[in-house]
């Protein structure tokens, strides 16, 4: 079969194949809470977000809803680790419907923040959590860690005494919905 010609009036030849190149090594990115450890190490303080899953409770009164830790089954509000290529918003979503099997609309604005001590293998971090507000829409029967946490609704007010972090039960004692 002849060649063709281009418009710039070369031959259009068949390309040659080249050796591939050698590939680079992957160096596997650190998963978010690794990163976060090795931040911690180095005395930098790492962050989380959280969720506040809430309802209106029949009454008219908010009502928040807390889960218990994995390991020492006391009670805390959904949270996680930043994800990569997520918003902290997204994030948080994702952390209460995989901690407390919620769904609904997270608001844009951070409800606020609160800090604390996390426990690692040999020492602590400082941990700053940035928080947002849950409208829960669903609850599942079945959610990924629905055997290793319990859940409960209540009023902001108790939910408060139940929280180990003092900045965490003074949001939540404070807590209003903005204006919609």
């Known amino acids: 079969m002849a060649?063709?010609?281009?418009k710039s009036g070369r031959e259009n030849t068949p390309r040659k194949d080249t050796a591939p190149t050698a590939a680079k090594p992957s160096v596997a990115k650190p998963l978010p809470k690794k990163l976060a450890v090795e931040q911690a190490k180095?005395?930098?303080?790492i962050r989380q977000v959280a969720a506040i899953p809430f309802r209106q409770g029949a009454d008219g009164e908010i009502e928040v809803m807390l889960v218990t830790s994995r390991q020492?089954?006391?009670?805390?509000?959904?949270?996680g680790w930043p994800m990569p290529g997520k918003s902290g918003r997204k994030a948080a979503t994702i952390e209460a419907q995989e901690e407390?099997?919620?769904?609904?609309?997270?608001?844009?604005?951070p409800a606020g923040?609160?800090?604390y001590w996390k426990r690692l293998t040999s020492s602590f971090a400082r941990v700053n959590v940035t928080v947002y507000l849950l409208s829960v829409s669903e609850e599942l029967a079945n959610w990924p860690e629905a055997n290793t946490r319990q859940r409960a609704w209540l009023k902001a007010d108790d939910a408060a005494t139940?929280?180990?972090e003092p900045e965490l039960a003074t949001l939540l004692k404070t807590l209003r919905l903005p204006d919609e």
């Open 162 to 164: 139940l929280i180990d």
């Open 42 to 45: 180095k005395g930098k303080t």
């Open 113 to 115: 923040s609160y800090s």
């Open 72 to 79: 020492t089954q006391r009670f805390i509000v959904p949270k």
């Open 3 to 6: 060649a063709t010609k281009k």
């Open 100 to 109: 407390a099997g919620v769904i609904g609309k997270t608001l844009k604005q």
